[in-house]
């Protein structure tokens, strides 16, 4: 039986995949290999794999918010186990293009939800966000807060995409874990994310773009230290007891936290980067983006006390090693 990786191909789903790998699990993975950023990365991240894993690896370009060919695609391979991460990401392109977010998120969710109905698998686990939990004041950020009020289509759809999970765990006794990432750097990274066009314009001697006067905070959380929570998760589904779970279900559903549990301010992270670089940013300051808010920061108690999930990367560590590898992939002095 194989593990089945959403969005194997995009940042996240690639790391997870090659986790899993390290480790001795068989892995599908499935992505839709869209144009939102460089088809040519996603193409690299795949190959990666399949060079440095070899047969345990087996990627399929499969549209998951096509229900029959993710159905028609998958009927032949066993699976028993789902880390569910593809998805339309962006808050600034969701207010661009919000059918898309639906497609891929709701649409989407749906179909991953029914597949793993029919083939009855053990687990479950899926990528939320930290965007549900708006223009929260409450900080950090707890699974407990009310989440009713997103500021963004995308925040929109992850809300959503709990709600189903809930339904699903409720009537069909679906074992599920949702994820709320945080903000999320690292080797192999989104050119979307601030931390990818930073580096990008510092090494081209271009301005970059500070949103807010600077004035925000981020919780800045490495790649490897998201996949250990990814697979503590994905490795201990919750129980179908009837106890209230994390998020508050009582069905075999939980949400979690993943983050760093710090809140860097972003010119902090800026004065890290350039340190990195070894050259300093042209900074210009524009107005806050619609969508957008002020500061993340994630509560790790639920995560802490169910699994032990520990961060350990600060960013004076994150960030240096994004840097080498930024370095090396675009082939730079």
Same mark, same amino acid.
Request: hydrophobic share 40%; proline share 6%.
């Given at each position: 039986?194989?593990?089945?990786?959403?969005?194997?191909?995009? +940042?996240?789903?690639?790391?997870?995949?090659?986790?899993?790998?390290?480790?001795?699990?068989?892995? $599908?993975?499935?992505?839709?290999?869209?144009?939102?950023?460089?088809?040519?990365?996603?193409?690299?991240?795949?190959?990666?794999?399949?060079?440095?894993?070899?047969?345990?690896?087996?990627?399929?370009?499969?549209? +998951?918010?096509?229900?029959?060919?993710?159905?028609?695609?998958?009927?032949?391979?066993?699976?028993?186990?789902?880390?569910?991460?593809?998805?339309?990401?962006?808050?600034?392109?969701?207010?661009?293009?919000?059918?898309?977010?639906?497609?891929?998120?709701?649409?989407?969710?749906?179909?991953?939800?029914?597949?793993?109905?029919?083939?009855?698998?053990?687990?479950?686990?899926?990528?939320?966000?930290?965007?549900?939990?708006?223009?929260?004041?409450?900080?950090?950020?707890?699974?407990?807060?009310?989440?009713?009020?997103?500021?963004?289509?995308?925040?929109?759809?992850?809300?959503?995409?709990?709600?189903?999970?809930?339904?699903?765990?409720?009537?069909?006794?679906?074992?599920?874990?949702?994820?709320?990432? +945080?903000?999320?750097?690292?080797?192999?990274?989104?050119?979307?994310?601030?931390?990818?066009?930073?580096?990008?314009?510092?090494?081209?001697?271009?301005?970059?773009?500070?949103?807010?006067?600077?004035?925000?905070?981020?919780? +800045?959380?490495?790649?490897?230290?998201?996949?250990?929570? $990814?697979?503590?998760?994905?490795?201990?589904?919750?129980?179908?007891?009837?106890?209230?779970?994390?998020?508050?279900?009582?069905?075999?559903?939980?949400?979690?936290?993943?983050?760093?549990?710090?809140?860097?301010?972003?010119?902090?992270?800026?004065?890290?980067?350039?340190?990195?670089?070894?050259?300093?940013?042209?900074?210009?300051?524009?107005?806050?983006?619609?969508?957008?808010?002020?500061?993340?920061?994630?509560?790790?108690?639920?995560?802490?006390?169910?699994?032990?999930?520990?961060?350990?990367?600060?960013?004076?560590?994150?960030?240096?090693?994004?840097?080498?590898?930024?370095?090396?992939?675009?082939?730079?002095?």
């Amino acid at each position: 039986m194989a593990i089945l990786v959403t969005g194997a191909a995009g +940042f996240i789903g690639y790391h997870v995949a090659d986790r899993l790998l390290a480790r001795g699990e068989t892995i $599908i993975g499935i992505d839709n290999l869209n144009d939102y950023y460089s088809v040519a990365l996603k193409r690299d991240r795949i190959e990666d794999l399949a060079t440095r894993r070899g047969d345990a690896f087996r990627f399929l370009p499969i549209d +998951f918010s096509d229900h029959e060919a993710l159905d028609r695609g998958l009927d032949e391979h066993g699976i028993d186990r789902i880390v569910h991460l593809g998805a339309q990401a962006g808050v600034r392109y969701s207010i661009e293009n919000p059918r898309a977010y639906v497609q891929a998120n709701v649409v989407g969710h749906l179909n991953i939800l029914e597949f793993a109905r029919h083939r009855g698998v053990a687990h479950l686990a899926y990528a939320s966000s930290s965007s549900v939990y708006g223009g929260n004041t409450s900080l950090p950020f707890r699974v407990e807060d009310r989440v009713d009020h997103p500021v963004s289509l995308y925040a929109a759809t992850k809300k959503a995409d709990e709600l189903m999970s809930e339904t699903y765990a409720h009537l069909y006794r679906l074992p599920q874990t949702g994820l709320r990432f +945080f903000t999320v750097y690292g080797p192999w990274g989104r050119p979307d994310m601030a931390l990818w066009l930073f580096a990008k314009a510092i090494f081209a001697g271009e301005p970059i773009r500070v949103f807010n006067d600077g004035a925000m905070r981020r919780d +800045f959380t490495y790649i490897d230290d998201i996949v250990s929570g $990814i697979l503590a998760c994905l490795d201990n589904p919750p129980p179908d007891n009837g106890a209230e779970k994390a998020g508050g279900s009582h069905a075999p559903h939980r949400l979690y936290n993943i983050g760093n549990n710090t809140s860097v301010p972003l010119l902090r992270m800026i004065d890290v980067l350039e340190e990195a670089c070894g050259r300093p940013a042209i900074r210009r300051s524009e107005p806050m983006q619609p969508g957008d808010v002020r500061e993340t920061y994630a509560d790790l108690g639920a995560i802490a006390r169910d699994l032990g999930y520990v961060p350990t990367t600060p960013i004076e560590v994150g960030i240096p090693a994004f840097v080498r590898w930024f370095k090396a992939y675009h082939r730079l002095g």
